[in-house]
């Protein structure tokens, strides 16, 4: 994803000269290719999250779309007040890049294990959240981004993701779900619903269960289009959400609250996130997931407790 | 409003009123700066109160946002908006919040937590240096405030990328929020650290409207090199019960202590 996501922002810096890129030291083998192409609206900025955050925010209200890049919690818990205030307060056009979302970088320890990410940065006022699920999603989400510039944060995987999307993704529209992916029932009323990397987890499930479950995925979210959710919702029967995130404050958090009161939209609602447990264990990204409830046996089980309509 | 000992007193019976008027704390470092300002806002930034947005002006960012009285003051006695409006400061539902806000003309940045207006201010002053414009970036800290480390990342990296468009202003007012500074975290020396980090310094007497003047109308004081003027000051500046008293961070003057006070001002 982070190729990907790096391809597309060149593509899109030679047509837009608002584009620039901060870097806290890190992106070694990322980006040097925008770096090299564009000196004038590239910065290494140090070691230094909350500078980089900070002068970023005063670089967009000089008219640029600025990307900041760093890894796991670095770009975000680091610098979440620079984000809160001097970003997302002030509406300026920095677009916060994390790569390692969730426990891509599992053996590197808690320190880089970015799990709370979505709790924080959702609640920030005109924030949206991009996390694609595959290559095609994120260099739709920068495409949209760079059309759509203001406060945001894209969370990617690490790199060598497949595409599960078989088309290219144009047009994404924040809160409206991306059509089903190919292999799964189009038509499905059960869904596996997720946002950021567990795409191709719940594909796998889905393929165990057949035609009566489809996967969707949404990569662009924001609290302004949680009615769009509930409209989405109301059409199903039942909605698995999927995410690589603690279970507390996250997308499927989000999701409860579009819901708000409705009790009878609430009860097709069914998560499957991280838990908590996982804090503090050391392992690849598999072993972790396996630890903290994220597998396809573990959504398999949850199918199995799907009340009957 | 051309002469800047005629706008700081204005400037200090205005924030007098208003602190006053919201019940409003700060009192004690919206004075200290205050003639900072009143040069500042009448011979040195390029700014023009009919076009608060004008693209070419000087940028001004308040990071000791907590001691906003006395830049709105500032604005409003220099036309960016009616002085009536001040009126509404610190009132329900007021754009006017006690802290700096950009919703108020003539103000690029809000703040109030501490240790963000430097590196937002080099943020635009890198913008003008890529695009080579010619506008300046002043920002005005508190020393308190410098026990924040971001501002110590962006003192490391603006001499690195030779902004020599950015000036940093210390309100050395020596007081912070629960003592002096030299008893809750030292600075000295001050200026030395600033120089370790490769910044051009200078040291004035903060009140000293010729100091002022002839330091801020020179910069940059060298080649390639963001400046930091340490401007020593008094917190309180002007009222004297209110000089160098830990408390007028907090109190608000009650109407006989602010006849007091605009009395010794007038």
């Given at each position: 994803m982070r190729t990907a996501f790096i391809n597309e922002l060149i593509v899109q810096a030679r047509i837009h000269p608002e584009i620039f890129l901060v870097v806290a030291d890190l992106g070694y083998s990322v980006v040097e290719p925008f770096a090299a192409e564009f000196p004038d609206r590239y910065l290494n900025a140090g070691i230094a999250e909350q500078n980089s955050t900070g002068l970023a925010a005063g670089l967009a209200a000089e008219g640029y779309h600025v990307f900041t890049y760093s890894i796991a919690?670095?770009?975000?818990?680091?610098?979440a007040e620079q984000i809160r205030n001097d970003v997302a307060y002030h509406q300026l056009p920095v677009t916060v890049v994390s790569v390692g979302?969730?426990?891509?970088?599992?053996?590197?320890g808690y320190s880089h294990h970015a799990v709370q990410d979505y709790a924080a940065l959702r609640t920030f006022p005109h924030m949206t959240i991009a996390a694609p699920g595959d290559p095609a999603e994120a260099k739709s989400c920068v495409d949209y981004l760079v059309k759509n510039p203001g406060p945001s944060y894209l969370r990617l995987g690490k790199a060598g993701e497949p595409n599960f999307h078989a088309d290219a993704l144009p047009g994404l529209t924040p809160g409206l779900f991306c059509p089903a992916i190919q292999e799964t029932g189009k038509t499905a009323r059960k869904i596996f619903l997720t946002t950021g990397a567990t795409l191709g987890l719940a594909l796998e499930a889905a393929k165990e269960l057949g035609p009566e479950w489809s996967v969707r995925s949404l990569p662009l979210w924001s609290e302004t289009v949680k009615e769009d959710i509930r409209k989405q919702i109301a059409s199903l029967d039942t909605v698995v959400i999927v995410e690589e995130h603690l279970s507390a404050g996250g997308f499927a958090s989000y999701v409860r609250e579009a819901i708000g009161n409705d009790t009878a939209l609430q009860g097709r609602i069914y998560s499957v996130a991280l838990d908590a447990r996982v804090c503090g264990l050391v392992g690849s990204q598999k072993f972790l997931r396996k630890e903290g409830g994220l597998t396809v046996d573990h959504l398999l089980q949850v199918t199995r407790n799907v009340s009957p309509k | 409003m051309k002469n800047s000992l005629e706008l700081a007193q204005n400037v200090r019976r205005t924030a007098l009123q208003m602190v006053h008027q919201a019940n409003a704390s700060h009192i004690g470092g919206a004075l200290s700066m205050t003639d900072l300002l009143a040069v500042l806002y009448t011979e040195i930034l390029k700014v023009d109160h009919a076009a608060p947005k004008w693209a070419d002006r000087d940028r001004f960012i308040?990071?000791?946002?907590?001691?906003v009285a006395s830049l709105y003051a500032t604005l409003a006695w220099q036309g960016f908006f009616p002085l009536e409006q001040l009126q509404n400061y610190g009132k329900d539902n007021s754009l006017f919040m006690t802290h700096v806000s950009h919703k108020i003309p003539g103000v690029d940045f809000s703040t109030g937590s501490l240790g963000h207006g430097l590196p937002f201010g080099l943020g635009r002053a890198l913008a003008a240096q890529r695009k080579k414009l010619a506008w300046r970036t002043f920002v005005m800290l508190s020393d308190g405030e410098l026990d924040e480390g971001s501002n110590w990342e962006a003192i490391l990296l603006a001499p690195h990328l030779h902004l020599d468009n950015l000036i940093a202003i210390v309100d050395y007012n020596k007081i912070q929020s629960l003592g002096s500074v030299a008893d809750v975290l030292?600075?000295?020396?001050l200026a030395d650290k600033f120089k370790a980090f490769h910044w051009a310094v200078r040291e004035i007497d903060g009140h000293d409207h010729a100091q002022i003047r002839a330091a801020l109308s020179s910069v940059p004081w060298e080649p390639s090199k963001p400046s930091c003027l340490i401007a020593h000051t008094v917190k309180g500046k002007g009222v004297d019960f209110m000089?160098?008293?830990?408390?007028w961070h907090y109190s608000s003057p009650n109407a006989e202590q602010l006849q007091n006070a605009l009395s010794q001002i007038s």
């Amino acid at each position: 994803m982070r190729t990907a996501f790096i391809n597309e922002l060149i593509v899109q810096a030679r047509i837009h000269p608002e584009i620039f890129l901060v870097v806290a030291d890190l992106g070694y083998s990322v980006v040097e290719p925008f770096a090299a192409e564009f000196p004038d609206r590239y910065l290494n900025a140090g070691i230094a999250e909350q500078n980089s955050t900070g002068l970023a925010a005063g670089l967009a209200a000089e008219g640029y779309h600025v990307f900041t890049y760093s890894i796991a919690n670095f770009p975000t818990f680091r610098c979440a007040e620079q984000i809160r205030n001097d970003v997302a307060y002030h509406q300026l056009p920095v677009t916060v890049v994390s790569v390692g979302g969730g426990v891509s970088y599992g053996s590197l320890g808690y320190s880089h294990h970015a799990v709370q990410d979505y709790a924080a940065l959702r609640t920030f006022p005109h924030m949206t959240i991009a996390a694609p699920g595959d290559p095609a999603e994120a260099k739709s989400c920068v495409d949209y981004l760079v059309k759509n510039p203001g406060p945001s944060y894209l969370r990617l995987g690490k790199a060598g993701e497949p595409n599960f999307h078989a088309d290219a993704l144009p047009g994404l529209t924040p809160g409206l779900f991306c059509p089903a992916i190919q292999e799964t029932g189009k038509t499905a009323r059960k869904i596996f619903l997720t946002t950021g990397a567990t795409l191709g987890l719940a594909l796998e499930a889905a393929k165990e269960l057949g035609p009566e479950w489809s996967v969707r995925s949404l990569p662009l979210w924001s609290e302004t289009v949680k009615e769009d959710i509930r409209k989405q919702i109301a059409s199903l029967d039942t909605v698995v959400i999927v995410e690589e995130h603690l279970s507390a404050g996250g997308f499927a958090s989000y999701v409860r609250e579009a819901i708000g009161n409705d009790t009878a939209l609430q009860g097709r609602i069914y998560s499957v996130a991280l838990d908590a447990r996982v804090c503090g264990l050391v392992g690849s990204q598999k072993f972790l997931r396996k630890e903290g409830g994220l597998t396809v046996d573990h959504l398999l089980q949850v199918t199995r407790n799907v009340s009957p309509k | 409003m051309k002469n800047s000992l005629e706008l700081a007193q204005n400037v200090r019976r205005t924030a007098l009123q208003m602190v006053h008027q919201a019940n409003a704390s700060h009192i004690g470092g919206a004075l200290s700066m205050t003639d900072l300002l009143a040069v500042l806002y009448t011979e040195i930034l390029k700014v023009d109160h009919a076009a608060p947005k004008w693209a070419d002006r000087d940028r001004f960012i308040l990071s000791k946002g907590h001691s906003v009285a006395s830049l709105y003051a500032t604005l409003a006695w220099q036309g960016f908006f009616p002085l009536e409006q001040l009126q509404n400061y610190g009132k329900d539902n007021s754009l006017f919040m006690t802290h700096v806000s950009h919703k108020i003309p003539g103000v690029d940045f809000s703040t109030g937590s501490l240790g963000h207006g430097l590196p937002f201010g080099l943020g635009r002053a890198l913008a003008a240096q890529r695009k080579k414009l010619a506008w300046r970036t002043f920002v005005m800290l508190s020393d308190g405030e410098l026990d924040e480390g971001s501002n110590w990342e962006a003192i490391l990296l603006a001499p690195h990328l030779h902004l020599d468009n950015l000036i940093a202003i210390v309100d050395y007012n020596k007081i912070q929020s629960l003592g002096s500074v030299a008893d809750v975290l030292p600075l000295d020396s001050l200026a030395d650290k600033f120089k370790a980090f490769h910044w051009a310094v200078r040291e004035i007497d903060g009140h000293d409207h010729a100091q002022i003047r002839a330091a801020l109308s020179s910069v940059p004081w060298e080649p390639s090199k963001p400046s930091c003027l340490i401007a020593h000051t008094v917190k309180g500046k002007g009222v004297d019960f209110m000089e160098n008293q830990l408390r007028w961070h907090y109190s608000s003057p009650n109407a006989e202590q602010l006849q007091n006070a605009l009395s010794q001002i007038s």
